[in-house]
């Protein structure tokens, strides 16, 4: 059997859509600082680092090896993995494994982005087919929207609904000062700001952030010596449906579906809305919000909005979600999902201040990217058996 693995400290940077003020290698230098301060460690505690980023992005090859004068890797194993969106989330997993395997007792997981120096849409329009997905499916926004209008087709909600999804997030955010965005917005805001993609509107989106994120995970044998209360994974998943976008069953999410069947069922979770006590969702569009909460098994197909409108989502209801602000508040794409695990992590730590749920036990991450591939992590209070 493996190792219990524990998130022991979390830093981040304050996430900006441009931070001319430092380079890249600051960037990541700014979170790694401040993840080491939360875990009262210095960097030759560390046994080993995980980083990435939409490398493809900033056009920067050899991250892992360009970043080290900011990562601290010097004379240290150090790997890079990139998965696209997915990226934060998968060096999570990827640090998880790295320590369960008994390889290492303590690793550094950074995930980064400078979008303010990037080309993202060349970058993502290259990432589909040429002939059967890119004229109509490229770039980060169409292929969501044709989510977004095959499940208003077949539940009849409207953009109304979906826009719910971006105030509230909206709201929470102004509770982070990591966030990049600190503005509450009403539903007409949404509704009347200029239509991307139909039913997709500008504040329904997420923006473009620079900022980074570092995550210190620890080994049983000494998680407990570090952090007076750590934040025990208890499990991960991921899945991947298909390489071309047209194939995806477009209205629900079927790769989160089976990843959170595989986790919740591996960690003997049988009703996530009571089981859970928080979600920190990779969540890069309002609809998002509804569809997603339903392939987790949150609520029952279809039933999606109801919930959200009923308030349950927000702080101080039955299951709050993003109380960050989540994606729609902030993006710096390689850092995202890993900073959706820093915030799970600090819920159960009890470190969230402002923008902290009440008496959590159970929290859950996720990840979002590519052709609608899933990333799940699970924490608990209690050191798994």
């Not at 981040?12 to 790694?32: C, F, M, Y």
């Not at 991947?240 to 079927?254: A, E, F, K, S």
């Not at 859970?276 to 999606?304: N, T």
Request: hydrophobic content about 40%; proline content about 4%.
């Amino acid at each position: 059997m493996g190792k219990r693995v524990a998130v022991v400290g979390t830093g981040q940077t304050i996430h900006k859509s441009h931070r001319p003020d430092v380079t890249g290698q600051e960037l990541i230098n700014e979170a790694v600082q401040a993840a080491l301060l939360d875990a009262g460690l210095k960097i030759n505690d560390i046994d080993a680092i995980v980083i990435g980023n939409m490398d493809h992005f900033e056009g920067i090859n050899y991250v892992d090896c360009w970043s080290v004068d900011g990562s601290g890797g010097l004379m240290r194993p150090i790997i890079k993995l990139t998965t696209g969106g997915t990226t934060g989330s998968t060096l999570a997993i990827g640090g998880y494994h790295l320590v369960a395997s008994g390889l290492f007792q303590k690793v550094l997981v950074i995930g980064w982005e400078k979008n303010s120096e990037s080309d993202t849409t060349g970058a993502i329009t290259t990432a589909f087919d040429p002939i059967w997905d890119r004229l109509v499916f490229a770039g980060a926004i169409a292929g969501l929207a044709a989510e977004g209008m095959a499940y208003m087709t077949e539940f009849g909600i409207t953009d109304r609904d979906a826009a719910r999804v971006s105030v509230r997030d909206r709201r929470h955010a102004c509770n982070n000062p990591h966030a990049q965005l600190h503005k509450e917005i009403t539903v007409e805001d949404v509704l009347a700001s200029p239509m991307l993609s139909d039913p997709i509107h500008l504040l329904d989106v997420c923006p473009r952030t620079d900022g980074s994120c570092a995550v210190i995970m620890a080994s049983e044998d000494v998680a407990e010596k570090i952090c007076p209360q750590p934040a025990w994974i208890l499990g991960t998943a991921n899945r991947h449906t298909y390489t071309y976008v047209g194939d995806v069953n477009l209205g629900q999410i079927d790769s989160m579906k089976c990843a959170a069947a595989d986790l919740f069922g591996r960690a003997g979770i049988k009703e996530p809305r009571k089981e859970l006590d928080v979600i920190e969702m990779y969540q890069p569009y309002s609809f998002a919000g509804i569809i997603w909460i339903e392939a987790m098994g949150i609520v029952p197909r279809g039933k999606g909005t109801e919930y959200i409108w009923s308030g349950a989502t927000d702080m101080g209801g039955e299951l709050p979600v993003n109380p960050s602000g989540g994606v729609i508040a902030c993006n710096p794409i390689g850092a995202t999902g890993l900073i959706r695990c820093a915030e799970a992590a600090m819920q159960i730590m009890g470190k969230a201040d402002k923008r902290q749920v009440p008496d959590v036990k159970k929290a859950v991450s996720t990840g979002f990217g590519g052709c609608f591939w899933t990333d799940m992590l699970l924490y608990g209070k209690e050191k798994p058996k």
